[in-house]
């Protein structure tokens, strides 16, 4: 649906309500936009009671509901996708996490000292210990098969990727179980008795009908705001149109935790994005051209003042290489032919997953980027001399010559003052011609969301949980202070989106549904 159609939807809506003040009028969305807390509200057309009603398809959704069900919960899933786009953004995963060689005691201390203990540690010690039992079930009950028993998820042998594999396998085995999915309805608004227990939660399809969910707990795992523009900007600061969303969902608009937030719930770490590496909008992500050519060590980074602006081996690692390049307005990385030459017949020095082995020759190189040199809107620069280069970009050509200078008399003396960059990875820009490349920085989610327990619970403005409520995944923050924790705990999302999941189930059925108890 394009913007303006939703938002002419969205004013026959409102218009259509006033007319129809009975409660019959239907407030019309489209997905991509914010909810609306100030909307008014609406009768629903159909309700519908449950123990336990999940918002969201993905890794966490799935687990809460299915392991709701397993339990003897009646349970409702709600997606505002339909069931084609079931799953989220968990679709696209390779790796779910795994505990290390040592245990959950080594998992627990890598967890709480990378994080610096700005994670939730009691959170965290209780992941470190439930992570193998919820992987274990994962496989043994759900079905779900690892590659290699470990860490990623099998491809189904169709071509399916890991990640959907997962899903339709949780998909199906929820479905075994008599999880009642309700597809095309966004959840937006939670039903709170006067005891300010939730009692349920208000969803509407996309020509704005209203059902309600009736249900003795609700658990939040929209998969948070990756998409939503505002969010992004209010919680980390940085302009949204300077980075790439790669969650290919569209659906990730904070619903949850606008939910949350409406009834006082408290947030954590909010800011915290799982960045991946700057990418060549329009090129492949995995190709010679990006690994190549801005995942480097051995290259320079440049921002829009023409100013180096970090040690580059920052690209090794996600965390760091996204808190630094999300500081810079412009992400530009500049080579010249020898290094254009040597990528041909050395390889890289900088590994980015499985894509290209170190010392190994990628002589596509000069090709891939020969191709990009014509393009539209292009991404890759060339000329014989850095003036020429820089005049392409929106870069202080001056400043850059001047760095450039700079650092290559670093490269003669061995030693990089500025940064102290690896003397290994030091090679100058001197041999024409010059090659310029206009990156852009990508990420995949946020992790911080609305403050849970080691329940899952959602925690409110008075430090207590707010009874009946849970969130999980991307809705949830605890486990990760304010980064990613990629270089320790690849997966860690996703195991958290299980883990998480597992614990409202669990809590929800031991706590708040005295019946199942008998
Ligand atoms: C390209 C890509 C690759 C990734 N690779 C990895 C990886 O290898 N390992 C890893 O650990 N993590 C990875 N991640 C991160 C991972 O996707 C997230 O950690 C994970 O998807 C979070 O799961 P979730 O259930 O919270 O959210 P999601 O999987 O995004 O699910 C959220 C669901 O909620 C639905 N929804 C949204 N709003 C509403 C509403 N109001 N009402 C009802 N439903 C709603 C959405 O449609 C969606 O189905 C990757 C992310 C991307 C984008």
Redesign the pocket.
């Known amino acids: 649906m394009s913007m303006d159609l939703s938002r002419r939807d969205m004013l026959i809506g409102s218009a259509a309500l006033g007319a129809v003040a009975a409660g019959a009028a239907h407030v019309a969305y489209a997905k991509e936009e914010p909810l609306d807390a100030a909307a008014p509200d609406v009768d629903p057309v159909e309700t519908y009671e449950c123990d336990f009603v999940v ?7 799935l687990c809460a509901a299915i392991r709701a069900a397993e339990l003897g919960m009646s349970t409702i899933l ?4 339909t069931e084609n ?6 679709r ?6 795994e505990v290390p060689e040592g245990g959950a005691d080594e998992l627990y201390r890598n967890l709480v000292d990378y994080h610096r203990f700005a994670s939730n540690a009691i959170v965290t010690r209780r992941f470190a210990d439930d992570a193998q039992k919820v992987i274990d079930w994962t496989r043994d009950n759900q079905g779900i098969v690892f590659k290699e028993g470990r860490l990623k998820y099998e491809e189904d042998g169709n071509g399916t990727n890991g ?1 959907k594999t997962a899903i339709y396998t949780m998909y199906n085995y929820a479905l075994e179980l008599g999880v009642q999915f309700l597809f095309d ?4 608004r939670l039903i709170v008795n006067e005891d300010g227990r939730v009692t349920g939660v208000k ?1 509407r399809n996309r020509i704005g009908e209203v059902i309600q969910v009736n249900s003795k707990a609700v658990d939040l ?4 705001y990756s998409c939503n523009k505002e969010m992004f900007e209010r919680f980390t600061n940085v302009s949204y149109d300077r980075v790439i969303n ?4 569209g ?3 904070g ?2 935790i606008t939910m949350g937030e409406e009834l006082g719930a408290l947030l954590f770490h909010p800011e915290a994005i ?1 960045y991946c590496s700057p990418i060549l909008p329009g090129h492949y992500n995995k190709g010679a051209l990006t690994i190549c050519g801005v995942n480097q060590a051995d290259t320079c980074f440049f921002n829009e003042s023409g100013r180096r602006f970090c040690d580059e081996e920052v690209i090794s690692d996600w965390t760091t290489s996204g808190n630094i390049c999300s500081q810079q307005h412009h992400i530009y990385m500049i080579v010249d032919q020898d290094f254009v030459q040597k990528i041909m017949d050395e390889g890289v020095v900088t590994k980015r997953h499985n894509y290209f082995e170190v010392g190994e020759p990628v002589p596509q190189f000069q090709d891939e980027i020969d191709a990009a040199l014509v393009r539209e809107n292009p991404r890759v620069y060339k000329a014989d001399t850095l003036e020429e280069l820089c005049a392409n970009v929106d870069i202080d050509v001056e400043t850059t010559i001047a760095e450039i200078e700079k650092f290559n008399g670093y490269v003669d003396a061995g030693f990089d003052a500025d940064f102290m960059k690896d003397p290994q990875y030091l090679r100058k820009i001197q041999t024409p011609p010059f090659y310029l490349f206009r990156s852009q920085l990508a990420f ?2 946020n ?1 911080g969301g609305l403050r849970v327990d080691e329940f899952a619970r959602v925690i409110g403005s008075d430090y207590k949980p707010i009874v009946g409520l849970y969130a ?4 949830a923050g605890g486990l990760f202070g304010p980064y990613y924790d990629v270089s320790i705990a ?6 958290w ?1 299980r883990v998480s999941g597992y614990w409202a189930a669990e809590h929800a059925a031991s706590e708040l549904i005295p019946s199942l108890e008998a």
């Open positions: 918002a969201g398809s993905g890794t966490a959704g709600v997606d505002v996708n786009g079931i799953g989220g953004n968990s696209y995963v390779e790796n779910c996490g990640g309805e966004r959840a937006y969803c795992c929209t998969g948070g790669r969650g290919g969902m659906t990730q608009m619903d949850g799982n995949y989610n992790v999980g995944g991307s809705d690849p997966g860690s999302t996703q195991l989106g």
